[in-house]
């Protein structure tokens, strides 16, 4: 062990403040083993590691499917709304094909304004007619590139294909909040539900989930679906949600000719977005008694008459645990202030003055606190 010599002169070895560790005895075995506390939901006495948890018997739980249980949170959603409505509001794409590939563009490109683009991807996209798909976007302008220079592409060689209307990253997002949504929409149409469907029925299956709100619960204009998913009218519209309700991708349809009201299925409630945690309250401990009053007279306020109170309570707490209470718990039970509170100081001297006028003994022991000599005067009276 290193022998630590004050350089100075101004601290000494005996000085210096000693490292406090729990010593055996009684009351801290007690403590350890003190199934009262574990009802109460402590496990582990203040200054000890936590117990290993206690192995599982049996098969561990299944890991759930990557497709099944992987919701996105309303800010990424937003998101992809905000995209999705931007593309339908260029217009980009004619037909749900072409919309489709705009829109996997735009949610690829949304960041540094240009995409890679495959031969494979068109395949996996599952364009009927991949070279009208892209000679659509390319004639408006929308999207740079050629048509053949798609299609002939390959993993050593992509398409790095020029989004001019995207360029400086309008949407203001950052790489983990696009990944995401172009993922989510990657894994709705592809869903097992959607398995060998056409693109206008995917695309539609799909525009609703992200109009849903946490919880599954749709409800969105007739017009707004049309138009986002390049529809050719509301006749198609009626026969495309019917299709999806067939198949139980929505369920609770109600569609009053305006406005389209229904619920995710029970297959695909994981598409919707979860809501927001609730804020988490700030890390303040407010003041129990007024700080500026001197700390003398709040603790008469706390104690005053309750001294032979504490030693009742402190008392029967051994009975019942075997062991002292912490002065954590002897606060909590009387309303005093915590160790974080600011006027933890009160706290510390209503202590001093239970041990001082004998009414407390046992201090300086973990989990030793016991009624003092005050109390046997009194009970003897």
């Known amino acids: 062990m290193t022998q630590h010599t004050a350089i100075d002169g101004s601290t000494t ?28 939901g402590v496990t582990t006495p203040p200054g000890w590691p936590p117990k290993p948890p206690r192995r599982r018997e049996g098969p561990p739980p299944p890991t759930p499917h990557p497709n099944r249980e992987l919701p996105i949170s309303t800010r990424k959603m937003d998101f992809l709304r905000d ?5 339908a509001s260029k217009p980009v794409g004619g037909d749900p094909d072409s919309r489709y590939l705009a829109l996997v563009c735009a949610l690829r490109g949304a960041i540094r304004g240009k995409v ?12 009927e007619d991949p070279h009208a798909a892209l000679s659509d976007l390319i004639a408006s302008g929308w999207l740079v590139t050629t048509p053949e220079r798609v299609i002939d592409s390959h993993p050593s060689d992509p398409a790095l294909c020029d989004l001019p209307d995207v360029e400086g990253n309008p949407w203001d997002v950052g790489q983990g909040i696009r990944s995401r ?25 799909t525009y609703l989930a992200a109009r849903a709100e946490p919880g599954g619960l749709i409800r969105v204009p ?13 006749d198609e519209l009626t026969e495309l949600l019917e299709w999806l309700a067939r198949i139980e991708w929505i369920v609770s349809v109600r569609d009053d000719g305006a406005i389209v009201e229904a619920r ?5 409630a994981w598409l919707a977005p979860t809501a927001p945690p609730p804020p988490t309250p700030p890390r303040v401990s407010p003041a129990t008694t007024p700080l500026n009053v001197s700390v003398a007279e709040r603790a008469d306020r706390l104690l005053a008459g309750r001294a032979a109170e504490v030693a009742h309570w402190v008392d029967g707490y051994r009975a019942d645990h075997g062991h002292g209470p ?54 003897a009276a």
Request: include cysteine; charged fraction near 25%; proline fraction near 8%.
């Open 264 to 268: 995710l299925g029970e297959t695909t």
């Open 13 to 40: 070895p005996d000085q210096i403040p000693q490292p406090r560790f729990h010593r055996p005895n009684p009351d801290l075995a007690a403590a350890m083993e003190c199934v009262r506390c574990q009802e109460n």
């Open 222 to 234: 007739r017009v707004e679906v049309s138009v986002a998913c390049a529809l050719s009218g509301p």
């Open 83 to 87: 995209v999705w409505t931007y593309v």
């Open 116 to 127: 890679y683009l495959l031969g494979q991807d068109m395949r996996i996209l599952r364009l």
């Open 326 to 379: 912490s002065w954590s718990a002897v606060s909590e039970h009387f309303g005093w202030p915590p160790r974080s509170a600011p006027d933890h100081d009160v706290t510390q001297e209503i202590f001093d003055r239970l041990e001082r006028d004998g009414w407390l003994a046992g201090f300086g022991v973990p989990f030793g606190l016991r009624p003092g000599e005050a109390l046997d005067r009194e009970n």
């Open 181 to 205: 949504a172009s993922g989510w929409v990657a894994r709705s149409m592809g869903h097992k539900k959607m398995r060998k469907k056409p693109n206008r029925l995917r695309l539609v299956g």
